[in-house]
Structure formats: structure tokens, C-alpha cells
């Protein structure tokens, strides 16, 4: 063991025949923690779940849980709950024998078993639903049984698997709090699949991504947001307008050059490793400010771009405006609309603006290759 977590799992790799799945993941997860693994489709968030709950075994690395080695143990020897996105309920039988299932399983008595799944439909919100049947249920009830039956087994570790993908948009911000609210209640360790970043960011301790089978980065739901550690984080965590600049660092800023539609500027290095040379910049559309007028005195904090309104979109809340800059195109959300043909400038500040380094110098007049 490398970590002083209480699930360990340490150098684990996974391959389906010839195609490597899983590469290389670390990871420490401390006893009643809700960690999220969080990434595109396909970036191996499932095989990772699966093999600790025991369903895939790894081709190399181990799995502890405290001094325990549970790499080579069967699923049901775990101590793991495992929670689907289709619920995989039984349809023949009631909510009632759904929740007891994993109890007759491990032989416990008929008394204990219906004193255990009367206190889990309580804390479950499903008193009077114990005779139905799952097709008689809501998505919400049924996402709740499917829940009821996996901790009423009393597991140390709750896997979930996009529970909540099939619910509707708003059973699943209700159901999204009820969960992380027993969770925390119930001090269980959770570790919950989603490609949603927003639920992720709401439910968990811990918010670790995946990139093709190796983790990005990993970090409290606010470091991620804010302080991503790669282009890839970055626009996974939505800042998906790119421009490439060129820069250099001076003392302990990193000065950002003028070039033909952009004005100079600068962030504080603040720990970024930054070096001289073409950066791409990232950054959210509700980070951009659509200045008032072209000759407001740009800010030297951050980055201010000239550009011409496009389109402009009302998503709710905010004006979405499409804004060419150079050759390129990016969003810029602000509270007012600007008409499409105006000329405007944009500006983001340091904190919202992301920087990394990359491996060609960029033509300052050249803006970027930027929205697909
Ligand atoms: N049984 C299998 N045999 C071969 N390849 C598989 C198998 N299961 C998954 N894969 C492949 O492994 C990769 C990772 O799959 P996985 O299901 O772990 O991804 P995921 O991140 O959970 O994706 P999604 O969000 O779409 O569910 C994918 O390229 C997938 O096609």
C-alpha cells in the first residue's frame, strides 16, 4: 500500500483483450468520503468501478481497503454495494422482496429482514409502496428502492454507477441531494460515476477525472473549477473558449503580449508553472465581460480582445454572444444583448483565465484555432 487512505488503489491497470482501458491509476479515498470519477464516454470511469467492485480484475496494481488486499476477492466478499443506472430491479417481485433480496441471500432471518427493510423504506421515503410492484413506481421511487436494496445490506463501500441519468431533470436535483444527504448521514464511503460535471460538483468531496484511462486530475469540487491542472481539465470543466497568445514571465507575472486584435495583459503566477513562449488560453463565457465601449482603458489584470458580435442567443439568466476575434470564434455571456454586427471588447480576468504552455510559439496576430 502507498496511501494512508481507507480504500486503496494503488498503480491499477485494466485491458479488454488487447485495448488498455485503465492506466496507471492511484487513488486514496478516505472512510466516508463521496469521491466522483468524472470524464468523457468511454474514458474507462465504469471498468475503473467495476474493478473495485470486483466484476473486472485488473491485469496489474492491487486494492486495499485499510490493510485488507481485496484485489483477488469475489464481489460479494467486498463489503461493496453496487447501484446501476437502469436500477436492475427485479420486475416480479414487490419493493418489499427488491429490498430484502440481498438479505435472504446471506440467510438472515424472516424477523430481522422485515424490521430491516421497514427502517430502510423510512429513511427512503417509500412507506406504503412495499407491496407494488417497480413498474407501478416513478423513476424517483424506483431510483430509491434500487438504493434501498444495496444499503440495506449494511456495505462499507456504495458504488454507483449514473444512478441518476435516468431520471428527469428535476426528480434528479431532488434525488441528487436526498442521496449525498444520506450518504453523509449514513457515514458511507461513496464512489459515484457521472459524466455530469454539475453533479459532480454538487455531491462530492472529491471530484477525481478521467482521461483516457488516466486521471487528470483530481481535487475538491472548487480546485478543479478553478485551478485546473491541464487544457483537457479545463475544458472538460467548461471553459471551452481558446485563444493562443504568446507571453513571458516577468518576476512573478506572467505578461501576455499585444498582438493585432488583443491588448497586452498579465496573470499573477500564483504557483502556475509558466514559462516564455505561446500559451493557449482558456476560459468560461461567463468569465468574459463585454466592456461597455472600445475605448474603455483596458484592465492590465487578465485579457481584453477586440471582436465583432456574431449571433446572440438568450439561454436564461444571461446573453450568450457568439464573438469573432481574428480569424476565430468565441462565447461571451453578459447581462445586457449586443446587437450582431457590433463591435465590442471583451475582457477576462486573471482568476477566470487559465493558462498553459504550449509546445510551438503562436503568431500574437494569429488568434486561435479555437471553437469546433
Ligand atoms: N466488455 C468489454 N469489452 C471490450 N471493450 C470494452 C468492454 N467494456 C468496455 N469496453 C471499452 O472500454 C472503454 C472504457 O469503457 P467504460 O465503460 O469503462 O467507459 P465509461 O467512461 O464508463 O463510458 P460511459 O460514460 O460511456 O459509460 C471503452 O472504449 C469501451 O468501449
Redesign the pocket.
Known amino acids: 500500500m502507498s496511501g494512508s487512505g481507507y480504500l486503496e488503489l494503488n498503480g491499477i491497470a485494466s485491458r ?2 488487447a ?1 488498455q ?1 485503465l492506466k496507471d491509476i492511484n487513488l486514496s479515498i478516505r472512510a466516508g468520503e463521496f469521491v466522483a470519477l468524472l ?10 468501478l467495476r474493478t473495485l467492485a470486483g466484476f473486472n480484475a485488473p491485469s496489474s496494481g492491487s486494492v486495499h481497503i485499510g490493510a485488507r488486499d481485496i484485489t483477488h476477492l469475489p464481489p460479494d466478499k467486498r463489503g461493496m454495494a453496487l447501484v446501476f443506472q437502469s436500477y436492475a430491479l427485479w420486475p416480479h417481485m414487490t419493493v418489499d422482496e427488491n429490498i430484502a433480496y440481498g438479505l435472504k441471500l446471506k440467510g438472515v432471518p424472516r424477523a430481522d429482514i422485515a424490521a430491516k427493510v421497514s427502517a430502510m423504506q423510512s429513511l427512503l421515503g417509500l412507506q406504503g409502496l412495499g407491496g407494488r410492484k417497480p413498474q407501478a413506481l416513478s423513476g424517483g421511487q424506483r431510483q430509491r428502492v434500487a438504493l434501498g436494496r444495496a444499503l440495506v445490506i449494511d456495505p462499507e463501500i456504495l458504488l454507483l454507477d ?1 444512478p441518476l441519468s435516468n431520471l428527469d431533470a428535476r426528480i434528479r436535483l431532488t434525488v441528487r441531494h436526498e442521496l449525498r444527504a444520506l450518504q453523509q448521514r449514513l457515514g458511507i464511503t461513496a464512489i459515484h ?1 457521472t ?1 455530469d460535471r454539475e453533479e459532480a460538483m454538487v455531491m462530492a468531496d472529491r471530484i477525481v477525472i ?1 482521461d483516457a484511462g488516466r486521471i487528470a486530475q483530481q481535487g475538491r469540487p472548487e480546485e478543479v473549477y478553478n485551478r485546473p491542472a491541464s487544457p483537457f481539465v479545463a475544458a472538460f470543466m467548461g471553459a471551452e473558449n481558446l485563444l493562443k497568445l504568446d507571453g513571458f514571465v516577468v518576476g512573478d507575472r506572467f505578461v501576455l503580449s499585444p498582438g493585432a486584435v488583443h491588448a497586452a495583459g498579465g496573470v499573477p503566477l500564483d504557483g502556475r508553472s509558466l514559462a516564455s513562449g505561446a500559451v493557449e488560453a482558456r476560459f468560461r463565457p461567463e468569465a468574459a465581460r463585454i466592456l461597455a465601449t472600445l475605448d474603455t482603458a483596458t484592465p492590465e489584470d487578465g485579457m481584453t480582445f477586440r471582436g465583432e458580435v456574431l449571433a446572440v442567443t438568450y439561454p436564461g439568466g444571461h446573453w450568450r454572444h457568439v464573438v469573432r476575434t481574428g480569424a476565430h470564434e468565441i462565447l461571451a455571456d453578459a447581462p445586457r444583448a449586443c446587437q450582431p454586427g457590433e463591435r465590442v471588447a471583451v475582457h477576462v480576468g486573471a482568476d477566470a483565465l487559465f493558462l498553459f504552455n504550449l509546445a510551438e510559439p503562436a503568431s500574437a496576430s494569429s488568434l486561435p484555432a479555437s471553437r469546433a
Request: proline share 0%; charged share 10%; net charge neutral.
Open positions: 479488454y483483450g485495448t482501458v470524464g468523457s464516454s468511454g474514458c474507462g470511469k465504469t471498468t475503473l449514473e460515476v459524466h478521467l
